[in-house]
């Protein structure tokens, strides 16, 4: 029976020192969780957690026959208004190429829109 029961001791050794590793950096880990301090549990986020606002890039070019007005967001053209200061002209918008289409495939890059109700 000494013979059959060593096998199954060192069996028992082996799955309960491993037991014992694996539970052991959890109990050490266990001390250094619990000195940290507890955060106040909010549904507000924390001021500076915010997303930071766009940047709005306002660009005004001009001579003596145009004056070229160009919104651009986060770098990307958004809107390019031209004013002629030749009496009678009325102002007008250039389309923008939009950012995610090939330059190709965007037939309305570039074309001019009359500005019919201006506010």
Same mark, same amino acid.
């Given at each position: 029976m000494n013979a059959l029961s060593l096998p199954t001791l060192l069996a028992g050794l082996l799955i309960g020192s491993a037991g014992l590793a694996q539970t052991a950096p959890a109990a050490a %880990? +266990? =001390? *250094? $969780? +619990?000195? !940290? =301090? *507890? !955060? =106040?549990? &909010?549904? &507000?986020? $924390?001021?500076? %957690?915010?997303v930071p606002e766009p940047q709005v890039l306002h660009v005004v070019t001009e001579d003596d026959n145009v004056r070229i007005e160009e919104l651009r967001v986060r770098g990307q053209t958004q809107r390019i208004t031209v004013h002629p200061k030749i009496p009678g002209l009325p102002a007008y918008d250039i389309v923008p190429p939009q950012g995610g289409k090939l330059p190709q495939d965007d037939k309305s890059a570039g074309q001019r829109v009359w500005l019919k109700l201006d506010f």
């Open positions: %880990s +266990a =001390p *250094a $969780a +619990a000195e !940290l =301090p *507890a !955060l =106040p549990v &909010t549904d &507000t986020p $924390a001021p500076g %957690s915010k």
